[in-house]
């Protein structure tokens, strides 16, 4: 498939369109498309027509500019945008107006994107479905009553719904990755450290990482060059990430490469969903990819250990809202200690306030070695394995999730079950790795299977390689909506 981005800038670049019209059909499409998709949670009109009109001056003065310039984009609500309400989808931070751009917003902007405006998520990104945002969920664009998938449902319902050309979205346990799949486009989980966490709201420090939802693997490299790189405002940052561009490496052969196939990834999953996986490895075959049987017997505790980590960090990370310093506070309390209880109970929602208990369960003593130290241990051991199993592969394909979208309503009855639903996204972020997610068919309800990329830290170009390779193939059977910005 062309790139999106591209192929916008090309007729940018021709005159055929100015910045200022395309922008204008982009808002135009989203008030026709979102209200019955409900992808944004703020759509930014007046400060996307003056970006627009900058761009639009720019190309008129001849100026050489960024693949990214005059590219209408959306970005999920929990990255922080200097004056624009940013909330994690949650009334804790209601009324929160950042003083300060995320780096990943600061270089885009440097970059002349457009953004349309702040995209719905799960209450501080906790979920997998998009619906337990404050201002109510998103709906799926393939099929309006199924959900977009999550946390970032809002951002990958705009690209599907073509109400934005991309969008940026957070993957702690695979919410780039998993929405992508739900709504039949690309997400990219950078490694971490390699995009500057600088500005993104915490949810669990040690996992979270910014990464593109777009309509082609071209696209999700393009935006990925653009945000990468070493960020000094982001300790975790990390100094050693390639420079070199990926998106001019995506027309290489596979041949040669090898590609792991850990048949744990496969045991539970439905035979659809596995067949067209299966259908994917066998064109990577057919294109002369050596396939490769590995193991990863620690799967089966990827799920744990991530729902320790993950809730122990979020309850420290949000023990920052007390409705002192943010957003909401509690109207009526009798001191400061029942000020804070009463914000806190108001404020955050049912799901964030399970896991602020999880969390702070896991780490008070008694407990502590029992679950966050275990948990800590078996990482490392998930992380070694990962690292023995990259010494006979280059990249591990795998499902991105053990079922297509959940209908909607249906994850608030079966908590456990959906939990369980993140096995398959979970181990990369616990280790740190990048991933790619893509389309690779579709179930007899018509909805869109995915499948995953998986490759050694900083190798975001092989995964990204033999993800373009196979998008040309066209096997996945997945086109793009008719609705929305068809250009
Ligand atoms: N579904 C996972 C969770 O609920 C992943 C969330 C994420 O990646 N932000 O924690």
């Known amino acids: 498939m062309e790139s999106k981005i591209l192929s916008l800038g090309a007729k940018l670049r021709r005159g055929e369109i100015t910045c200022t019209e395309l922008t204008q059909q982009y808002l135009q499409a989203i008030q026709t498309e979102d209200p019955s998709v409900h992808a944004y949670v703020k759509v930014t009109s007046e400060q996307a027509l003056q970006q627009a009109a900058a761009i639009d001056a720019a190309f008129m003065r001849g100026e050489e500019l960024n693949p990214l310039a005059g590219i209408p984009m959306a970005i999920k609500d929990n990255m922080t945008i200097k004056g624009i309400e ?226 122990a960090e979020a309850s420290s990370n949000l023990g920052r809202y007390d409705g002192i310093r943010y957003g909401f506070r509690a109207e009526k309390y009798t001191d400061i200690n029942d000020m804070i209880m009463r914000t806190r109970s108001e404020g955050f929602g049912k799901e964030v306030q399970r896991r602020i208990m999880l969390g702070t369960y896991v780490l008070s003593s008694g407990y502590f070695d029992a679950y966050y130290k275990k948990a800590q241990l078996l990482r490392n051991q998930i992380i070694s394995s990962f690292d023995t199993l990259f010494t006979k592969c280059d990249a591990l394909v795998a499902p991105i999730a053990p079922r297509t979208a959940f209908p909607l309503n249906y994850a608030s009855d079966n908590i456990i079950e959906t939990y369980l639903s ?64 068809r250009l």
């Open 422 to 485: 993140d096995i398959y996204t979970v181990p990369v972020n616990i280790a740190g790795l990048p991933a790619v997610s893509l389309p690779c068919g579709k179930d007899a309800k018509g909805l869109p299977i995915g499948m995953q990329l998986i490759g050694k830290q900083f190798d975001e170009e092989t995964i990204l390689n033999l993800a373009a390779n196979f998008e040309r193939s066209g096997r996945a059977g997945i086109e793009p909506l008719s609705k929305g910005v």
């Open 86 to 311: 940013t909330t994690c989808c949650s009334k804790i931070l209601q009324g929160y107006k950042p003083t300060y751009h995320a780096s990943v917003w600061e270089k885009l902007s440097k970059a002349g994107a457009v953004l349309l405006g702040k995209t719905n998520m799960d209450e501080f990104a906790m979920g997998s479905t998009c619906e337990s945002s404050r201002f109510g969920p998103t709906y799926n664009p393939r099929n309006l009553s199924y959900v977009p998938g999550g946390s970032s449902g809002g951002s990958a319902a705009a690209v599907a719904a073509n109400t934005a050309v991309y969008a940026l979205g957070s993957d702690t346990g695979g919410s780039i990755r998993q929405p992508a799949g739900f709504c039949g486009i690309v997400g990219l989980k950078p490694t971490y450290g390699a995009v500057s966490r600088y500005g993104l709201i915490a949810y669990a420090s040690s996992l979270d990482q910014i990464g593109p939802l777009t309509p082609t693997v071209k696209d999700a490299a393009l935006v990925f060059d653009a945000i990468k790189g070493y960020d000094t405002k982001d300790h975790t940052s990390r100094k050693d990430i390639p420079a070199t561009s990926v998106a001019d490496k995506l027309n290489r052969s596979v041949k040669g490469k090898r590609l792991g196939v850990a048949k744990e990834y496969f045991e539970d999953l439905d035979s659809g969903m596995k067949d067209a996986v299966y259908q994917a490895i066998a064109h990577y075959e057919s294109e002369g990819a050596q396939i490769v049987e590995v193991e990863l017997p620690l799967l089966k505790h990827a799920v744990p250990v991530y729902y320790i980590l993950a809730c």
